[in-house]
């Protein structure tokens, strides 16, 4: 994929309309600011940390599903696949949270 202003404006208009409301924080990269509605776009450096929180659920994300990385075995050019894995993988890790959060709160 190229960083063309056209790629960023595909990438974002494959993004659910439910999940496009809310604010971006992104790098300073240009096409962004041409494709995030401004009210919703906070363009912020590595320095700042609003990144991060990002980048560490998409490193997880790579390294507990090896199929979302291109040159792996584990890789299926299936979509139902792919989406049957992630929301498995989203449920696993919502219940680890629960369970770590009543543990630590005593809850329940």
């Known amino acids: 994929m190229t960083r063309s202003q056209a790629t960023c404006r595909r990438l974002w208009q494959a993004i659910p309309p439910a999940y496009r409301t809310g604010h971006c924080f992104t790098d300073f990269w240009g096409a962004y600011q041409a494709v995030i509605p401004e009210e919703q776009h906070i ?5 700042t940390g609003e990144t991060a929180h990002v980048e560490r659920w998409n490193n997880t994300l790579r390294q507990r599903l090896a199929r979302f990385v291109r040159k792996t075995l584990s ?8 989406e049957a894995c992630l929301k498995i993988f989203l449920h696993r890790c919502n219940v680890e949270r629960a369970i770590s959060f009543r543990r630590l709160h005593r809850v329940g």
């Open 43 to 47: 363009a912020a450096g590595k320095e």
């Open 75 to 82: 890789f299926s050019k299936s979509l139902v696949m792919h």
